[in-house]
């Protein structure tokens, strides 16, 4: 099953510019990741946040998450061709067992 | 390349047969997930395995698949008697187990039912 939606589900936007995409969750969580997916092939772990945690950054992506509103969103910024993939947003209980989102899939025009 | 292997990438098979996919995790990682992904759908959980031992299957998991982790190393998905809704891309994951949300993927097998 879908932990939840994310929003947009299909996001296209010049090189340079900024890429902000959301996901929303049922259920509590104990953290919640961001992980990339080029065409056809497996996962990237981006990014892991806490659920005490409301913010974190790296490199050019910043998360954040709002618990009391059950969402989170992953910012891109200066965003660059090799940006093009999809990205889904993932929460994990004590097991390990990940539960996905839909995913939004990011073209990034040169 | 995340260190986490899959053999093989491509499976083209008939309905009706079996098939077998082979994971090779990181060595030291002593979790191991199976997940399935359709298109244009986030992956789903389909079982992990700690060390040999497999501590949860999803109900997505039907009698037609298997898993085994024989050593608590490689570890092989099974699927007999395929269906064309069994056509997914199927991948595998691992982790130490005191980070066990920290999973590294291999790049997946995408099974296609003709």
Known sequence: SQQGEEDPQALSIQEGENATMNCSYKTSINNLQWYRQNSGRGLVHLILIRSNEREKHSGRLRVTLDTSKKSSSLLITASRAADTASYFCATGGNTGKLIFGQGTTLQVKP | DTGVS??????????????????????????????????????????????????????????????????????TLEIQRTEQGDSAMYLCASSLGGRAYEQYFGPGTRLTVT
């Open chain 2, 6 to 75: 899959q053999d093989p990438r491509h499976k083209i098979t008939k309905r009706g047969q079996n098939v077998t996919f082979r994971c090779d995790p990181i060595s030291e990682h002593n979790r191991l997930y199976w997940y399935r992904q359709t298109l244009g759908q986030g992956p789903e959980f389909l079982t992990y395995f700690q060390n040999e031992a497999q501590l949860e299957k999803s109900r997505l998991l039907s009698d037609r698949f298997s898993a085994e982790r024989p050593k608590g190393s490689f570890s």
